[in-house]
């Protein structure tokens, strides 16, 4: 299948015959923490209201993950797993971008929209983040934006019909990473102070939820935040009718907003959908995410394989 040949090898985990359960386990991170939600045991138990079920640890030891600040700024524009990967001097075979695609697929879609220059020339940036799922047991990871924008206050409105009733306007800061498993790492005191030094080249992550529909919202959350980018990952656009206002408001702002999807046919329909409102061509054509997660979808009801986060493009 040319589809999997566009794939880097050493970066694709799990070829057909290891489970995702399989694979957690045998590195100790099934059905714990950040991970939870990453194979099938956890879809029965999971409950995105289930605040038991949050976690900012990635289970793994500090050689693996990014549980700390960058050694080294970031030279030039990551265009890929290894190019991040060799940045945050991580070892190739750690399952971090698994969960990392969330912040890193954000990233390349703030490159996408030609507003990488701008990140170096303003203190804040506000993305509003359409449709979280997963992501909200996930948040953590997050903190890796910290990194990956250095002297930028990032402030991202996640909007969507899954976030519960009661988490409703809840507002997370997130300053400082995702914790390693080493009860005496840096990590565990060292991120905290050096960064809520607001006023200095400190950088740092504000997350906040709304519950319903961006048409729906966008009043009330654009009053403290006009977005730079908008984001729709893993959208379904062509799925949900619900989709058909929020295009329309999209339009209507005229911000740049990013797309993406399992698969390339799911991007094709919502480009159909998206074309059929606006009259104009995409923005930016279809095209293969680099920051995809590397680990094929089990539950896919199609024959193709599907990855979260696995084509964007943007209108
Ligand atoms: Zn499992
Ligand atoms: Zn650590
Ligand atoms: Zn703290």
Known sequence: MIFLLRFPKNLRFSEKQESRCSFLRKRGIHQVGLWVCECRCGASVTSFGNSRLESDTWNLSNILCPCRGPSSPIAKALCSWKDYYEWRCIPLQSPVSLLLHWPLTVYHSIQLAGLGSLTSEISKLCIHYLGPEKELLQLAVFGELRALFPGVFVQI???????????????????????????????????????????????????????????????????????????????????????????????????????????????????????????????????????????????????????????????
């Open 157 to 315: 409105e996640l909007i969507g019909p899954a976030v519960p009733h009661h988490r409703d306007g809840d507002k997370i800061d997130l300053h400082s990473y995702a914790h390693c498993i080493e009860q005496d790492c840096d990590c565990r005191y060292k991120n905290e102070n050096t960064s809520c030094s607001i006023g200095h080249t400190s950088s740092a992550v504000t997350l906040q939820l709304h519950r319903g529909y961006y048409h729906e919202r966008f009043l009330d959350i654009s009053k403290d935040s006009h977005p730079h980018l908008v984001i729709a990952p893993n959208a379904g656009i062509a799925a949900y009718a619900s989709w058909l206002p929020t295009i329309e408001l999209i339009k209507e702002i005229n911000v740049p907003a990013v797309f993406s999807d399992y698969c390339e046919e799911a991007c094709n329909l919502a480009a159909c959908c998206i074309n059929a409102v606006t009259n104009q061509p995409p923005r930016l054509p279809i095209q293969l995410n680099p920051f995809r997660q590397p680990m094929v979808v089990e539950d896919s009801l199609l024959h193709l394989p599907c990855y979260s986060n696995c084509f964007l493009f943007a209108m």
